[in-house]
């Protein structure tokens, strides 16, 4: 097949309902991409690859090789879905004490520890495209990248959402020349509507395509890496003031050598007769989700009230067990109990119908029968973002991927000469034990993946692909995608009105993390079961879905507003 030209963004919108194949993104670019690799004859798996190529130029601050992610995949001809563990990992001299200040004996601030060598991870991005591409693709990863190295090369319109991130992360950008130069020009952020270029980023996709992936993990690129998390590349004439010192950290050329992805099975678990597949561990997504969604299911909520009540609820029981238990080393059985329903029935006998339970609240005991919870337990980390996209093809295959370099802008280190951002995914390791006297499952250790809590994930209903959805956000991806089911599956929203309902967030914390409107519209039915609400944020998430219809039809959704507004497109608007 030909090289696939860069496609015009779609005219769509958040969401669009045809045949023969969908994309939905964040950004039209990549939506565009992805459609146009469809509309070539490729599969979802081609334009899943090729989109999150894209995204890792137009979304750089919250995607891109630099770092890493988890790929669902449920293959149409086998019928069955599959996970690819791109998650980053840590060096392999990593400690549990890794986060922890020799001079003081304290962990680091959190700002100290982003902004250096010590937060990198191994990225796995390209190893996922890799392993992605020969497994289930049709087309070659170089052919896939080729769209994106060009939209580098050319260039895309800087919008108010792009230029706010940067905004935001001035003066961690201003530390280092490489990051200024590419996203500072003249000191200050790019204007909206100016043109912005990487031919650095460019020429590494071409540079990858030429020679494989193991440029990257054992080659020049590799070699880079290390350098510059090694000896940061710290301007002498830094734009902006930053407080902390930037470490130098402990990732080597043999750690990169040693990468690889991993192939867990997926979650599964049942819900009013659909199956849902999500992802293990080191994601935390795929339990947290089960476990609250059985929980549901064994409350059986039948009101407005009650259903937001009890979701809220579950919420906060399954993540008080997350951080109690899941980590990447949890056992096998101890993850299969978590997304029983046997499990969901010594949890949901918590719930009462006529008030919220006292926050936090402990996580369950693992190895006991009935209503008693455990007496340890402590918070949970919160992360920040990353990107989603969601790709459906004519033959029935669907890819759920969500993408990350963690905190926006990563570690705020564009690799020299190389045009991408280095992660942070190492600060999603608790830096202490937040669980004592137990074992806190999330404490770094050598070669490590930190646990994420990225929820990528597929429904079946009878077998067959229904709905694919997911969502960045960091710890609160897991509510999102958790909301959105719960409107859709039962409030019986339709899938663009459960997209776009207001959210709120009970990640086992005293108040709920709420959107204005969810507040304002719910709040009046919920504080007097004795929920109370944090201080309101902006937005919560920023999800795409498809949902697949009789007669092979396909509804893409993407966010309406929240990031600046999604796209979604099909490749045929009409049959």
């Given amino acids: 097949m030909a090289a696939p030209a860069v496609a015009s963004p779609p005219s769509s919108g958040p969401t669009a309902t045809g045949y023969g194949g969908a994309v939905a993104t964040v950004d039209p670019t990549a939506t565009a991409v992805g459609l146009d690799v469809l509309r070539r004859g490729g599969n979802a798996v081609d334009a899943a690859v090729a989109a999150a190529a894209t995204l890792g130029v137009t979304e750089p601050f919250s995607a891109g090789i630099g770092g890493g992610g988890f790929f669902v995949y449920y293959d149409a001809k086998h019928r069955r879905v599959s996970t690819i563990d791109g998650r980053e990992a840590g060096p392999a001299t990593m400690t549990s004490t890794y986060f922890i200040d020799r001079a003081d004996g304290l962990p680091y601030d959190f700002p100290e520890a982003r902004v250096s060598g010590l937060s990198v991870g191994v990225p796995g991005t390209l190893a996922t495209w890799e392993s992605a591409a020969r497994s289930w693709g049709t087309r070659s990863l170089a052919s ?30 201003g530390q280092f020349d490489a990051t200024s130069e590419l996203y500072l020009p003249g000191g200050q952020p790019p204007a909206v509507g100016s043109t912005q270029r990487n031919p650095d980023l460019a020429d590494t996709y071409r540079l990858i395509a030429r020679k494989g992936t193991d440029v990257l993990y054992r080659g020049a690129v590799a070699r880079d890496i290390v350098r510059a998390v090694q000896h940061p590349p710290v301007s002498a004439d830094p734009i902006g003031t930053w407080a ?13 050598a040693r990468y690889d992805v991993r192939r867990p099975a997926p979650t599964r678990s049942d819900f009013r007769g659909l199956s849902v597949y999500g992802m293990s561990t080191p994601s935390s997504g795929g339990t947290a989700v089960s476990e609250a969604l059985n929980i549901l ?6 009101d407005l009230t009650q259903v937001l009540h009890t979701y809220l ?12 238990y899941v980590g990447a ?20 006998c918590q719930i009462s119908s006529s008030s919220a339970l006292p926050k936090p609240v402990p996580p369950g005991d693992i190895n006991a029968r009935g209503c ?13 973002s990353t990107t989603n996209l969601t790709v459906a093809d004519k033959w029935g295959n669907v890819v759920e991927y969500t993408l990350t370099i963690e905190q926006t802008g990563g570690n705020a280190v564009v690799v020299p000469g190389r045009g991408f951002l280095l992660n942070n995914e190492l600060t999603d ?15 770094p250790g050598p ?5 994420s809590s990225m929820s990528p994930t597929i429904v079946l209903k009878d077998g067959k692909p229904f709905l694919a959805l997911g969502s960045p956000g960091g710890a609160t991806i897991i509510t999102t995608v958790l909301q959105i089911l719960v409107n859709r599956l039962i409030l019986g929203q339709s899938l663009p009105a459960a997209m776009a309902a207001p959210r709120a967030s009970q990640r086992n914390t005293a108040g709920i993390q709420a959107e204005p409107a969810f507040h304002t519209t719910y709040g009046p039915l919920l504080t007097p079961l004795g929920h109370s609400f944090a201080a309101d944020v902006p937005e919560l998430g920023a999800a795409t879905a498809i949902e697949l219809t009789r007669g092979g039809g396909f509804i893409a959704s993407s966010e309406p507003v929240r990031r600046g507004g999604g796209a979604a497109g099909v490749v045929h608007p009409n049959r």
């Fill in 144 to 173: 896939l990248l080729r769209p994106a190295a060009e939209v580098a090369d050319r260039g895309f319109p800087v919008d108010a959402t792009f230029r706010q991130q940067i905004a935001d992360n001035a003066d961690a950008f």
């Fill in 447 to 451: 070669g490590k993946r930190p646990r």
């Fill in 429 to 443: 390791f608790n830096f202490t034990n937040t669980q004592a006297p137990a074992a806190d499952p999330n404490l």
């Fill in 372 to 384: 008693t919870p455990a007496t340890v337990g402590g918070p949970t980390e919160q992360g920040q």
């Fill in 297 to 302: 299911e064994k409350v059986n909520p039948t």
């Fill in 244 to 256: 902390y010192p930037i470490r130098p950290g402990a990732l080597t050329l043999q750690d990169l």
């Fill in 329 to 348: 080393y949890t056992p096998q059985k101890i993850l299969d109990k978590l997304v029983s329903d046997r499990w969901a029935g010594q949890r949901a």
């Fill in 313 to 324: 609820e579950a919420s906060a029981l399954s993540f008080a067990d997350r951080g109690r």
